[in-house]
């Protein structure tokens, strides 16, 4: 981790806000990480997140997306106010394994924060469901196995391990007011029209209608990354 000296928080708050990247490097302090800079597939997702409101990832497996949210949920509660965020997966136990090593991050990463930037931000509430911090953002953890649980969020809503819902076509819907969506799955068959799920059948429409309002479609992958 650099050493920064201490700043104006004015200052050192909107260039981490403007500068997720800058962020990451001088402050993040994420478990087993002794400072956490973006691989090649991480800064495409990034890229992607910043230029559409509604994105889906096909994603091959082991490429860090799962540390890449973690990453992003805590530089967006930390630097948006008074938003209300959620990050579900299909598993209950995954999300809340998902849940101790986020908080545990974020309580480290809050810490460091405030040795430079006098004590400018704390938390709240803090268990496995959710977290809030001072500037009144909080992040919730859901797992969902069902259309008619409620995903209406104004900040970030994260839906990993999105191969196993078979109700995503409802999901837009009910994010309507969300700032940002984010579909996000690995898939055994990668070839079209091999695994008939809402996932695959959302991804394959919208990477076959590149103009569609819905959402962009990106693959995640070391041959789609060449050239980025």
């Known amino acids: 981790m650099k050493k920064i000296k201490q700043k104006s928080n004015n200052i050192e708050f909107h260039r981490c806000k403007q500068y997720p990247l800058y962020f990451f490097k001088n402050y993040l302090q994420l478990q087993g990480f002794a400072e956490f800079n973006l691989n090649q597939l991480q800064s495409l997702a990034l890229k992607k997140i910043d230029e559409y409101p509604r994105t889906i990832f096909k994603k091959n497996r082991q490429i860090g997306m799962s540390t890449f949210f973690e990453a992003y949920f805590i530089w967006r509660l930390m630097f948006y106010s008074s938003e ?20 545990r991050s974020l309580e480290n ?51 990993d391990e999105a191969v196993f819902y078979d109700f995503l ?5 009910t994010a309507v007011d969300a700032y940002k969506v984010i579909i996000s799955s690995s898939i055994e068959s990668t070839h079209e029209g091999e695994s008939n799920t809402d996932f695959t059948s959302l991804y394959y429409y919208n990477r076959n209608n590149p103009y569609s309002p819905t959402m962009k479609a990106v693959s995640l992958s070391p041959v789609d990354c060449r050239g980025f």
Do not use: A
């Open 84 to 103: 209300t965020s959620q990050y579900v997966m299909f598993n209950y136990q995954s999300i809340m394994h998902i849940s101790d090593k986020l908080r």
């Open 109 to 159: 990463t809050i810490i460091h924060w405030n040795s430079v930037n006098h004590n400018s931000i704390w938390i709240k509430k803090n268990n496995r469901e959710c977290v809030e911090i001072s500037n009144g953002s909080e992040l919730r953890f859901n797992s969902g196995k069902s259309s008619s649980r409620g995903y209406n969020t104004t900040g970030v809503i994260i839906l």
């Open 169 to 173: 076509y409802t999901i837009i819907p």
